[in-house]
């Protein structure tokens, strides 16, 4: 018997938060969705990802453990755990290692392998078309009050919400922008209305990494006593840092060497934001660090440069019957672990506000203006204290009290400050957000 469709929701981009949106909305057999996927084909982008314990909650609940356990580095124990260890690499040997100790830990995946697990659970109930690169929309006038999806290759959709979840780049974002700020525009708000328009490019961090994975039987060969072949590690200097895990149980090593140049941060960065490298690009670069960091450096084979972009605070995500998600509404730098956990919880609170009894064609715009009321505030906290974080890990001050200054200082002196400035990530949960979230929808369709 076929369910009459109380919702058509549109999702552009078949990302992680993407994906966990429309797993979310698959619960509801009157909500139709259908995921739109710029490229021909799912490939994998940034290698690896943590999760932390509040995300990995919404996993759960989704019923996606199990299968992404499989794929996950380890099954580790929801207790107190050293997840990371942090240590001085810009000298020979550090002598005050840090251990960064949380109540649960950080399960890392391979990106591409935690995406497949979430495509293959979610085209048993809904449909990814790929080739869709979203070029703009326009919402329709009544009697129909559609949404109009215009692609790249001339075709058209239709729905009755949109979500952008298409990241940093995002054509939703770039579209829902202008339109708010011409309409604040024309009702003379011209500086907010620039504000706007300020929010649609990204900006630069100011941030380099450069990013590999390579064979744990690689590192095992040159070093078989390596720390972080069994370690999720941070090797920590003045300006850079270089950070290792393992992934696919043991079996690979994630890589990533982060150059910092503070004072150009929200500036233009000249140069392709992603292109192919070589480890001579980084050897000069970390030529004076301990071993263990360079014993990593000689095992790869194939690096990638980033350039990390950000998308400033944006005094919202939803327009109309439009919201955004991830990246394409708070791109983050990576030193929280937390920009994929981010768009889970996102992606999770969206489909609860739309899954509600309450929301309807009529009712949705209030479902979306909660979900931004709740998740912009917090989502942009957690980008301020990824920052931060940043700063921390490379000793820049001054919110890293200037460490840095003192060529001694050691890693556990600062210790205390990026666990408190992180502490978030284990010690609070995305259930209370969510059940406040529906009692607000509930309280508002009662009026």
Same mark, same amino acid.
């Given at each position: 018997?076929?369910?009459?469709?109380?919702?058509?929701?549109?999702?552009?981009?078949?990302?992680?938060?993407?994906?966990?949106?429309?797993?979310?909305?698959?619960?509801?057999?009157?909500?139709?969705?259908?995921?739109?996927?710029?490229?021909?084909?799912?490939?994998?982008?940034?290698?690896?990802?943590?999760?932390?314990?509040?995300?990995?909650?919404?996993?759960?609940?989704?019923?996606?453990?199990?299968?992404?356990?499989?794929?996950?580095?380890?099954?580790?124990?929801?207790?107190?755990?050293?997840?990371?260890?942090?240590?001085?690499?810009?000298?020979?040997?550090?002598?005050?290692?840090?251990?960064?100790?949380?109540?649960?830990?950080?399960?890392?995946?391979?990106?591409?392998?935690?995406?497949?697990?979430?495509?293959?659970?979610?085209?048993?109930? *809904?449909?990814?078309?790929?080739?869709?690169?979203?070029?703009?929309?326009?919402?329709?006038?009544?009697?129909?009050?559609?949404?109009?999806?215009?692609?790249?290759?001339?075709?058209?959709?239709?729905?009755?919400?949109?979500?952008?979840?298409? *990241?940093?780049?995002?054509?939703?974002?770039?579209?829902?922008?202008?339109?708010?700020?011409?309409?604040?525009?024309?009702?003379?708000?011209?500086?907010?209305?620039?504000?706007?328009?300020?929010?649609?490019?990204?900006?630069?961090?100011?941030?380099?990494?450069?990013?590999?994975?390579?064979?744990?039987?690689?590192?095992?060969?040159?070093?078989?006593?390596?720390?972080?072949?069994?370690?999720?590690?941070?090797?920590?200097?003045?300006?850079?840092?270089?950070?290792?895990?393992?992934?696919?149980?043991?079996?690979?090593?994630?890589?990533?060497?982060?150059?910092?140049?503070?004072?150009?941060?929200?500036?233009?960065?000249?140069?392709?934001?992603?292109?192919?490298?070589?480890?001579?690009?980084?050897?000069?670069?970390?030529?004076?660090?301990?071993? %263990?960091?360079?014993?990593?450096?000689?095992?790869?084979?194939?690096?990638?440069?980033?350039?990390?972009?950000?998308?400033?605070?944006?005094?919202?995500?939803?327009?109309?019957?439009?919201?955004?998600?991830?990246?394409?509404?708070?791109?983050?730098?990576?030193?929280?672990?937390?920009?994929?956990?981010?768009?889970?919880? /996102?992606?999770?609170?969206?489909?609860?506000?739309?899954?509600?009894?309450?929301?309807?064609?009529?009712?949705?715009?209030?479902?979306?203006?909660?979900?931004?009321?709740?998740?912009?505030?917090?989502?942009? /906290?957690?980008?301020?204290?990824?920052?931060?974080?940043?700063?921390?890990?490379?000793?820049?001050?001054?919110?890293?009290?200037?460490?840095?200054? /003192?060529?001694?200082?050691?890693?556990?002196?600062?210790? %205390?400050?990026?666990?408190?400035?992180?502490?978030?990530?284990?010690?609070?949960?995305?259930?209370?957000?969510? /059940?406040?979230?529906?009692?607000?929808?509930?309280?508002?369709?009662?009026?």
């Amino acid at each position: 018997m076929q369910v009459e469709k109380r919702l058509r929701v549109a999702i552009c981009g078949a990302g992680i938060g993407g994906l966990t949106c429309a797993l979310g909305l698959a619960r509801y057999p009157d909500i139709e969705t259908t995921v739109y996927e710029s490229s021909a084909n799912l490939t994998e982008v940034g290698a690896g990802i943590g999760l932390w314990p509040r995300p990995w909650k919404v996993i759960r609940q989704l019923g996606l453990e199990q299968d992404l356990l499989k794929v996950a580095q380890k099954i580790p124990p929801d207790e107190l755990v050293a997840t990371f260890e942090l240590r001085r690499g810009d000298i020979k040997q550090s002598q005050c290692p840090y251990r960064l100790v949380t109540k649960g830990p950080l399960r890392t995946f391979h990106r591409a392998a935690f995406q497949q697990v979430l495509v293959q659970k979610f085209v048993k109930t *809904g449909q990814i078309q790929y080739s869709k690169r979203l070029r703009g929309y326009r919402s329709l006038e009544a009697p129909s009050r559609k949404i109009e999806l215009v692609f790249e290759d001339g075709s058209l959709a239709f729905c009755d919400v949109l979500i952008g979840a298409d *990241g940093v780049k995002s054509a939703v974002r770039a579209t829902m922008l202008t339109a708010e700020a011409k309409l604040l525009s024309s009702n003379g708000h011209s500086a907010e209305a620039n504000e706007l328009l300020g929010c649609i490019r990204p900006s630069w961090s100011g941030q380099i990494v450069y990013r590999a994975v390579f064979a744990t039987e690689a590192l095992r060969m040159r070093s078989p006593h390596h720390r972080a072949i069994h370690q999720a590690t941070m090797y920590l200097g003045k300006d850079s840092f270089i950070i290792a895990y393992p992934l696919a149980q043991n079996k690979l090593i994630n890589f990533g060497a982060f150059v910092m140049r503070h004072d150009l941060e929200n500036t233009e960065y000249d140069g392709p934001w992603v292109e192919k490298s070589s480890k001579d690009d980084i050897l000069v670069r970390f030529a004076a660090w301990e071993q %263990e960091a360079k014993d990593l450096i000689d095992c790869i084979d194939t690096l990638s440069k980033w350039a990390i972009h950000c998308v400033r605070p944006i005094p919202t995500y939803v327009g109309g019957r439009v919201a955004l998600l991830g990246d394409a509404a708070h791109a983050m730098t990576p030193h929280q672990g937390s920009g994929a956990g981010q768009a889970i919880e /996102d992606g999770f609170m969206l489909s609860s506000l739309l899954g509600s009894s309450y929301t309807t064609r009529e009712t949705v715009s209030e479902a979306l203006r909660i979900y931004d009321t709740i998740r912009r505030p917090f989502s942009q /906290d957690v980008a301020r204290r990824s920052r931060i974080n940043g700063r921390y890990l490379s000793f820049a001050g001054p919110e890293a009290g200037n460490c840095g200054e /003192d060529e001694v200082l050691e890693v556990s002196e600062l210790g %205390e400050a990026i666990t408190k400035n992180w502490e978030w990530a284990w010690i609070s949960t995305v259930d209370d957000t969510v /059940d406040d979230a529906l009692t607000m929808l509930f309280e508002s369709c009662r009026k």
